[in-house]
């Protein structure tokens, strides 16, 4: 009786999950973490050791071989409840049970964790960058289309005839066809006003009419007096012709000299220019020499410009004048 009560005292499962022998000495313990550890054996076997001598000590009879398959499934009855304890408490863990909740003496602070706050640097909806389109809606239908086509342009003929009078001066008076109207050759398309130009015959007539008494005056014999005139008239006309183009060809030749001194002054004075230009380089004159030679010669440079000016003029403004002597011959020899 008592070596069954020390069998089944061998092993006991506390509250807490943990396995403890008799005499204190703990075969396996499982800890917070779901790990079953293993104590120092030794004073388990050292209990074993006394478990069998106390065996020992009892008379060897029929009653220690009765007790030998107990010892043996109590034993297994403890590794069995071991093994289901740690089963137990992984697939515990596998589950995702809850963790264990710890009670301890301070005051539970609630913590609230706030609500998402959008961030000011959080970036706006960007729109979207395809723009809007304007669509039509028409309703389909049967219809007539035209074959035209509506342009703003200018229009061309392919050959142009331009239609004037010979005379100047003139003006339309009437125009006898439209625009784009076919015309024939010969065929009168405008009228003009001829006011002026009867004007200028009814003139050339009494020219014509005084001139034809003049003549008559001539071949009946005028005074003597008069023909002394006409021809005084005629010779001074003459003199002053003559002169005129005795004295401008004179006033050319001279302009023309002056433009050949002053060529000639620009080449002297240019050759001056471009040797102390070359002495004032090189130091061997003075500042002040290099600017009169340099005056003297944009100096030529105009002399030249006046007198090809003078020239120009000369025969520009006698040319008129000759012409205007010319034309008083011719009038006083027709009187």
Not at 205 to 217: H, P, S
Not at 290 to 309: P, R
């Amino acid at each position: 009786m008592t070596r069954n009560t020390l069998d089944e005292q061998r092993s006991q499962l506390n509250g807490s999950g943990t396995i403890t022998e008799p005499d204190h000495q703990q075969r396996s313990q499982l800890n917070g973490s779901g790990t079953i550890t293993q104590p120092d054996q030794q004073p388990l076997h050292q209990a074993n050791h006394q478990e069998q001598d106390s065996a020992s000590s009892l008379p060897s009879s029929g009653t220690s071989e009765s007790q030998s398959p107990l010892s043996s499934g109590a034993g297994t009855l403890v590794m069995a409840m071991g093994i289901g304890i740690m089963l137990t408490f992984l697939g515990m863990r596998l589950i995702g049970t809850a963790p264990k909740v710890q009670k301890t003496d301070s005051p539970v602070e609630t913590v609230q964790t706030p609500a998402a706050v959008p961030s000011a640097e959080t970036p706006a909806a960007v729109p979207s960058a395809v723009p809007a389109q304007t669509v039509t809606v028409a309703d389909v239908k049967t219809t007539t289309v035209n074959r035209t086509l509506e342009a703003i342009g200018s229009v061309a003929a392919f050959e142009e005839i331009r239609v004037k009078s010979q005379a100047t001066g003139l003006q339309i008076k009437q125009v006898l066809v439209r625009e784009g109207e076919f015309v024939k050759a010969g065929q009168v398309m405008v009228r003009l006003d001829n006011a002026v130009l009867q004007a200028q015959l009814a003139q050339a007539q009494a020219a014509v009419a005084q001139a034809e008494a003049r003549l008559a005056e001539l071949k009946a014999g005028t005074r003597s007096e008069e023909k002394a005139q006409a021809r005084a008239r005629l010779d001074q006309a003459k003199a002053r012709l003559r002169q005129a183009q005795a004295s401008i060809p004179r006033q050319i030749d001279q302009a023309k000299a002056q433009v050949t001194s002053a060529e000639a002054q620009l080449s002297l004075a240019k050759r001056r220019y471009e040797s102390q230009k070359k002495l004032i380089a090189e130091g061997a004159i003075s500042q002040d020499r290099y600017n009169e030679v340099e005056s003297q010669y944009f100096s030529a440079q105009a002399n030249l410009s006046e007198a090809q000016q003078r020239l120009e003029q000369t025969r520009n403004t006698n040319s008129p004048e000759i012409a205007q002597l010319e034309a008083a011959v011719v009038e006083a020899q027709q009187q």
